[in-house]
């Protein structure tokens, strides 16, 4: 139940490489955790951040991030 010291981080990026900026980004964390988006939208670069405190579980803990709309793209 401890926040990681830096923040987690995705980059949207294009089939050719090219960052895509201003899509918006929606964060989820599974395991009882909790995030709190840093980006509601990607930056310039195609960067989105977030905080995330992981859950009081052991084992494995995942982050689910959502880009773009939801009835478009899946998480």
Request: proline share 8%; glycine share 10%.
């Amino acid at each position: 139940a401890e926040p990681l010291p830096r923040p987690v981080q995705v980059r949207l990026v294009d089939s050719a490489g090219r960052a895509l900026a201003d899509v918006p980004v929606t964060w989820g964390a599974e395991q009882g955790g909790s995030v709190a988006a840093a980006d509601a939208r990607t930056d310039s670069l195609g960067h989105a951040r977030a905080a995330w405190t992981l859950g009081r579980t052991t084992g494995r803990q995942r982050l689910v991030v959502q880009a773009g709309r939801a009835s478009v793209v899946p998480p």
